[in-house]
């Protein structure tokens, strides 16, 4: 197991792209002696473009790490958006490639699908049922 040595990996790192739709600041947790675990995320805009109106971003995935210094990850969750009067839920997949170097370092790229859910934002053109999203991030384990 990548995570043998311990009972808990978690990482914080900041992402954009990916279930986050522009950027968060994430939270990553393995579960107790496990590859599975979870993403939860803060991103937020003060101005959404053409909206006009501040906008915070909750993604929650879901993943799957294999136990190796250069990984593969995948996962599954959903994406809560929320302005002041207007709410989105949307649904995302995502496989990536992970590195986590043993001094603390850690990255991701890959490739995050979402899926309309219920989108009362208008995150979503209406002709879209599926919006991929490239993601990046950088981050620090502990």
């Known amino acids: 197991m990548l995570f043998s040595s311990r009972t808990k990996a978690d990482a914080i790192d900041l992402e954009i792209g990916g279930p986050s739709l522009v950027y968060s600041v994430n939270l990553d947790t393995r579960f107790e002696k496990s590859n599975f675990g979870m993403r939860i995320g803060l991103g937020a805009l003060p101005y959404d473009f053409p909206h006009g109106k501040p906008m915070f971003i909750i993604p929650f995935t879901i993943n799957h790490v294999l136990p190796k210094k250069h990984s593969f990850e995948y996962g ?67």
């Open 76 to 142: 599954f969750g959903f994406t809560y958006v929320t302005t002041y009067d207007e709410n989105s839920f949307l649904g995302n997949t995502m496989i990536a490639y992970r590195l986590q170097n043993s001094n603390g370092f850690l990255f991701r790229c890959g490739l995050n699908l979402m899926y309309r859910l219920y989108d009362e934002h208008c995150v979503f053109d209406n002709s879209l049922l599926i919006l991929p999203l490239p993601l990046i991030s950088f981050g620090k384990w502990f």
